[in-house]
């Protein structure tokens, strides 16, 4: 079975720091693009950067200068450094990640089961 875990969420004043780790486990064949999207209460979930399997990011106009999105192949893991925390960016994150399981022939998409982030003003 494979499945997305997060961690690294809680409760931070503005201006802090946070970092979330998310990790793909299971019987995996195959991993590409990675990411992180956040949803608000009462918002749609939005893209906050993302990663393929060869290092190229991507990021959201929010989070431009602030965050980074790094990679490790080696342990099917992602992270997403936060810095300068406003309190905007409260929300659930979640981690998505486009695997394909063993003996699997296409890619699909996993979500992971989302890591609150508070940021306190």
């Known amino acids: 079975q494979v499945q997305l875990v997060e961690s690294g969420g809680g409760l931070v004043q503005a201006g802090g720091s946070l970092r979330l780790s998310c990790r793909a486990s299971?019987?995996?064949?195959?991993?590409?693009?990675m990411g992180w999207y956040r949803q608000a209460p009462g918002k749609q979930r939005e893209l906050v950067a993302t990663?393929?399997?060869?290092?190229?990011?991507n990021y959201a106009d929010s989070g431009k200068g602030r965050f980074t999105i790094s990679r490790d192949n080696a342990k099917n893991t992602i992270y997403l450094q936060m810095n300068s925390l406003k309190p905007e960016d409260t929300s659930v994150y979640y981690c998505?990640?486009?695997?394909?399981?063993?003996?699997?022939?296409?890619?699909?998409?996993?979500w992971g089961q989302g890591t609150q982030v508070t940021v306190s003003s």
């Open positions: 299971g019987f995996i064949s195959g991993i590409n693009g």
């Open positions: 990663i393929t399997y060869g290092g190229s990011t």
């Open positions: 998505n990640a486009e695997l394909r399981g063993a003996g699997a022939v296409r890619y699909i998409h996993y």
